[in-house]
């Protein structure tokens, strides 16, 4: 199946349980929201950002497709879940230090997704990027064996944390640890968020080309393997990348997205833009 960016926007909006003329109020025509959802036009950038935004897809506040169990007991589990998708990452961090989570932990890979999602949190939170990367260095250091999903998970989160300090050496090193022989790894939809995770430390260290890239080869990935988790987050990363990069007018940034778009998964560009005004 093709995933197309207007299914995505639809399936986004549908989440959302917001009809078509609110999501293009102040936006764009409920004509052109329509016509993008079935695959007759495809915005320009700063179009797709805002109809991003209407729809709380966010760049950062990431939510796994299946969590990792830090216990035996489903209570826990179920609560980590909940905070996890929630964002709600002070509560999550003060869970994850309480005594009844911390007596709870008994296996190594418990242990893992631990240390991993104490480590997401210190990120998230700004406490001490230093203080993240040690949590994933425990994470990484709680078991041993060939690389799993929660290891590339791991190393991808690391690489993010090294990005925004500003150690682009280290991000790199990580990123390639986190995707290396992905394509011969047992699929699971987690997959999908490490060339979201790359491009996004690429961008935040003032390198859209490789970010660009990053992206194209993730939703090639995506749809490769029939899924739509990250679609929507990498079409919304695509598009800010895009409305950021240094083109001479709005009308050439505008045709590049889509042609970069349209080569990407051969969509149809409708031409007339004047009937969706």
């Known amino acids: 199946m093709t995933h ?58 990431i939510s796994l497709a299946d969590n990792f169990d830090i216990s035996n007991q489903v209570a826990i589990n179920q609560e980590l879940d909940r905070l996890c998708n929630r964002h709600a990452y002070q509560t999550l961090n003060d869970y994850l230090l309480s005594a009844p989570v911390l007596a709870a932990i008994t296996t190594d890979r418990q242990t893992q997704a631990y240390y991993y999602y104490l480590g997401i949190t210190e990120y998230q939170l700004k406490h001490n990027l230093d203080a993240a990367q040690q949590d994933f260095d425990l994470a990484l250091n709680s078991t ?15 690489g993010l944390t090294a990005a925004t300090a500003g150690k682009p050496t280290v991000a790199t090193t990580a990123f390639t640890t986190a995707l290396a022989d992905i394509d011969q790894a047992p699929y699971e939809a987690d997959l999908n ?16 080309v490789a970010a660009t890239v990053r992206l194209q080869d993730g939703l090639r990935f995506i749809t490769a393997h029939d899924s739509h988790y990250m679609l929507a987050n990498s079409y919304h990363l695509l598009a800010v990348i895009s409305a950021k990069s240094d083109h001479q007018n709005q009308a050439d940034e505008a045709n590049q997205f889509a042609t970069m778009l349209t080569t990407l998964f051969h969509e149809k560009i409708f031409d007339d833009f004047t009937k969706y005004q």
Do not use: V, W
């Open 4 to 61: 197309s960016l207007g299914l995505t926007l639809r399936r986004a909006r549908h989440d959302a349980q917001l009809t078509q003329a609110a999501t293009a109020e102040g936006i764009c025509a409920q004509s052109m929201l329509s016509a993008i959802e079935n695959g007759r036009y495809i915005p320009n950038s700063e179009i797709l950002i805002q109809l991003c935004q209407r729809l709380k897809i966010s760049l950062t506040a």
């Open 144 to 158: 041993a064996g060939p690389a799993t999903t929660l290891t590339r998970l791991i190393h991808a989160a690391n």
């Open 193 to 208: 968020i490490l060339f979201y995770l790359a491009a996004l430390a690429d961008y935040q260290l003032g390198r859209p």
